[in-house]
């Protein structure tokens, strides 16, 4: 395994907490909900009744701090915009399910292998 | 899930139950807090949020609605970071609803989940038992104000987790023992009348003021002992009721001013504030109304040292709470009324230099610089004073003299029965004092005899004293009265209070 791109990083990552939520029981409803206004959601997903909105931080280095930190303030408010849009057209917004906003690390470590984090209801 | 706690917050100097419903939802995850929060009730979702974590308890990432109820009152304090915090924790069902039912919790949060001291706990324990709540849980710090009220079982907690396993019946919490507030409880003056030698003049009228609840005036050089007896003025005042005591001591846990030590604030308070002091502070005011100085010396002794340094405009404003007893402040954040039933002590110097009318020193004045410091004080304040006197020099004979004056406490005996007398006779009026004696009282219980209407009839032309002069020499002279335990007023009671009133020369 090795990313040629900072692209691919990216993908390779969400391909790999795919593939691990669904080892986990989580039904993935969607990959990269686009809504133009208000950006993206890496993957939405459901288990037992919780809805679940993830976003997928791959990185290859812990020298910009750990990537759960890079969803700034700025961004969580995003993903609920593009949450709330998604429940929109869900037509879920008059019977809203139980929410959780996680975010899912992928830590590359050079030649040993991969580190998966998963924190659940994290904002 | 909804969950609803009882809380409380203060209004002026009494508490107000504040009901805290929280509502916790499906939704994106929010936290509002509604229901006219002040800024540090604002803040309180940082430290409930962090204070819950930091407990290991936890905090619903979800829709989170908490209201304050009235929802029209505003809201002050930091005491209401424990009832959210529990309500939040009802909502989670980690505490069950049944178990808050008639339960009050007052406390500010760290955030590490530590229960801060508040502000006006007794207030909020007062106006809790009011309401009808059987147990109140207050911070810690806070524990010497929660042993004074009987009826309602005060529990203590340093951390949310103590409270929250008391409430779930593991840990159980133990109420606080009550005191006897006015039982063995010694109040010590560091100051007393013996100290001061000579000045037998200010030594009567100050007694007389302490009788009879009178203001009074004292104009003398610098250094003849003004200021002195002004502060040892408190140590003849009779001892403060119970009701007084708790009356002070509320108003002094609303500002936060109370020592950590004593429960209950048995020595009058004694304010003198610098002449500096704004019109706000004396009075209280501020955005949302907060007691001043006159609040500060209810049942106590407001002392103006220098009073013609004192800014005219807010001299003015002491008519309201020396004539009603009482301070109504309008802002725009709501309208107060605060106690201040005070007897006010003001010292002043002759002339600017001081030394007017010394029989040593010759005053340095002109005449023109005399009649515009004296002017300061303008005459309606000067005519609600009712005493005004000279006070001499202090000769070096009185200053070695090995004999003390008469001690406080002699004093103290003479003006508690004077005081017993005025409250026989006052009680069904309302009324504590002489002093507070209004037109109807003056004319039922002052009447003279024809001598001492004579008396008074003619000090009234020589000297051209105002109809509120009048009235205001019939109480001291009642006062006079009752120190000598005079059932009728007599001409000598008479002679005294006008020379009381009058011997400054205006």
């Known amino acids: 395994m090795c990313s040629i791109s900072k692209n691919n990083l990216g993908v390779y990552g969400e391909n790999l907490a795919c593939k691990y939520l669904e080892a986990k029981g989580y039904v993935i409803l969607q990959r990269n909900f686009r809504c133009r206004r208000y950006g993206e959601i890496d993957i939405i997903a459901s288990k037992a009744g919780v809805l679940s909105f993830i976003e997928v931080k791959a990185r290859a280095s812990q020298r910009y701090g750990k990537p759960a930190e890079a969803v700034t303030l700025a961004k969580q408010r995003k993903i609920y915009r593009c949450a709330e849009y998604y429940l929109q057209r869900a037509g879920l917004i008059s019977c809203i399910p139980v929410l959780s906003f996680d975010v899912v690390e992928v830590i590359i470590k050079g030649g040993v292998g991969v580190q998966l984090l998963h924190y659940p209801h994290c904002f | ?506």
């Open chain 2, 1 to 506: 899930m909804f969950a609803q706690v009882l809380g409380q917050t203060t209004k002026g100097i009494d508490g107000e139950m504040i009901l805290v419903e929280a509502d916790v939802s499906n939704g994106l995850p929010n936290f509002d807090l509604v229901g006219l929060p002040a800024m540090a009730v604002r803040e309180s979702k940082e430290r409930v949020k962090a204070a819950l974590r930091n407990s290991d308890y936890p905090f619903p990432m979800t829709k989170i609605t908490v209201n304050l109820a009235p929802a029209d009152l505003r809201k002050e304090g930091s005491g209401l970071d424990l009832p959210i915090a529990i309500g939040l924790l009802c909502c989670a069902r980690i505490i069950k609803q049944e178990k808050l039912n008639g339960k009050v919790f007052v406390g500010e949060l760290s955030l590490d989940g530590c229960i801060r001291k508040v502000s006006g706990v007794l207030s909020m324990i007062i106006d809790a038992k009011r309401c009808g709540a059987k147990e109140i849980f207050i911070p810690q710090a806070n524990a010497a104000e929660g042993k004074l009220i009987h009826g309602i079982d005060v529990y203590t907690a340093a951390t949310l987790t103590e409270i929250v396993e008391h409430l779930l019946d593991n840990k159980k919490l133990i109420p606080l023992p009550k005191e006897n507030i006015m039982q063995n409880k010694q109040r010590i003056y560091h100051v007393d009348f013996a100290d001061v030698k000579g000045q037998l003049v200010a030594r009567r009228a100050l007694e007389i003021a302490a009788a009879g609840g009178h203001s009074i005036l004292m104009v003398g050089a610098p250094g003849c002992g003004k200021t002195m007896l002004a502060r040892r003025l408190v140590t003849i005042l009779p001892p403060m009721t119970e009701s007084e005591a708790l009356e002070v001591t509320k108003i002094y846990s609303i500002v936060g001013m109370l020592s950590q030590t004593d429960s209950i604030m048995l020595e009058r308070p004694f304010r003198s504030p610098h002449h500096s002091v704004s019109g706000s502070a004396l009075l209280g005011g501020g955005s949302t109304p907060r007691p001043g100085e006159v609040t500060l010396s209810h049942n106590g002794v407001l002392f103006l040292d220098e009073l013609p340094e004192f800014d005219r405009a807010t001299l003015e404003m002491l008519r309201q709470p020396l004539e009603d007893g009482e301070v109504s402040i309008s802002r725009v954040r709501g309208n107060m009324t605060f106690p201040s039933r005070i007897i006010l002590v003001a010292a002043a110097n002759p002339c600017p230099c001081g030394f007017l009318g010394d029989s040593r020193h010759i005053c340095s004045c002109k005449q023109r610089d005399i009649d515009n410091y004296r002017r300061k004080i303008s005459g309606p304040l000067l005519d609600r004073i009712d005493m005004q006197i000279n006070l001499a020099r202090v000769e070096f004979g009185d200053l070695k003299n090995k004999t003390a004056g008469e001690s406080s406490d002699v004093i103290r005996q003479r003006v508690v029965k004077a005081r017993e007398i005025q409250q026989r006779r006052l009680e069904p009026w309302g009324m504590h004092c002489n002093a507070q004696m209004g037109r109807s009282e003056v004319v039922k219980y002052c009447s003279l005899d024809d001598k001492a209407q004579a008396v008074l009839e003619k000090y009234f032309n020589i000297l051209n004293l105002s109809a509120r002069s009048h009235d205001r020499i019939l109480k001291v002279a009642r006062t006079i009265a009752d120190l000598a335990g005079c059932e009728n007023i007599q001409a000598s009671h008479i002679a005294e209070a006008v020379t009381l009133r009058t011997s400054t020369g205006r």
